[in-house]
Structure formats: structure tokens, C-alpha cells
Nanobody, 121 residues
Framework: QVQLVESGGGLVQAGGSLRLSCAAS????????MAWYRQAPGKQRDLVAG???????NYADSVKGRFTISRDNAKNTVYLQMNSLKPEDTAVYYC???????????????WGKGALVTVSS
């Protein structure tokens, strides 16, 4: 019913920038919170940044001042602008959204399949 598709990952040198996008499609009535998580090899999946429908944001300490999360409610899309990238930012990045499907009671989390970001030193 709902699909999330990430784009924008790739290989970048340390100090460089990338912008991730995640677009939701399907029978969507509304989307509440949106977020980006990341998972490095052999590690757990951690929250990178989150944004409410009203635009309030929160960030992991490790990315504050370097990453910016934003959203376009009309396009059902969330973005992650990543600047001053470091090798330790290398991970698969997943978008997550709390979606209420048209005609359904309540909502639930949906996840994208992930976008690989590799930062070389």
C-alpha cells in the first residue's frame, strides 16, 4: 500500500556533501513524523535525525551542525543534507515515516530499503 524509495547515496570523499531523498507513494492519507536512520556494518541501526509534521527537528549528537533534515509535505518527501562528511558516517541510510493509509484507522511505521553512503578518507 505504501512504498518509500531513497535516492542520493553514493561515494564521496571526506569533507564532501551528499543529499539523500526519500519519497513515499501509495494510498496515503497523512504522514506524521519522518526520520533518517543509519546502520554501519556490524552495528545496530541508530537514529540520525527526525522531523515532525510541523517541522520540529532533532539530531544525533554525532551529526549536529553537519546534517540537516527537511521535508516537503506536498510531495510526501523527506531530505537529509549531509555536509562535512567523515569516514565514520559510512553506513546504509534508511528513511522511516509514520503513515496513515487512506480508509484505515491509525497508522504505522514504514521503512525504505536503504541507500549506501560511503565516505573515503
Amino acid at each position: 500500500q505504501v512504498q518509500l524509495v531513497e535516492s542520493g547515496g553514493g561515494l564521496v570523499q571526506a569533507g564532501g556533501s551528499l543529499r539523500l531523498s526519500c519519497a513515499a507513494s501509495g494510498t496515503i492519507f497523512s504522514i506524521n513524523a519522518m526520520a533518517w536512520y543509519r546502520q554501519a556494518p556490524g552495528k545496530q541501526r541508530d537514529l540520525v535525525a527526525g522531523i515532525t509534521r510541523g517541522g520540529s527537528t532533532n539530531y544525533a549528537d554525532s551529526v549536529k551542525g553537519r546534517f540537516t533534515i527537511s521535508r516537503d509535505n506536498a510531495k510526501n518527501t523527506v531530505y537529509l543534507q549531509m555536509n562535512s562528511l567523515k569516514p565514520e558516517d559510512t553506513a546504509v541510510y534508511y528513511c522511516q515515516m509514520w503513515v496513515q493509509v487512506t480508509g484505515a484507522w491509525g497508522g504505522r511505521d514504514y521503512w525504505g530499503k536503504g541507500a549506501l553512503v560511503t565516505v573515503s578518507s
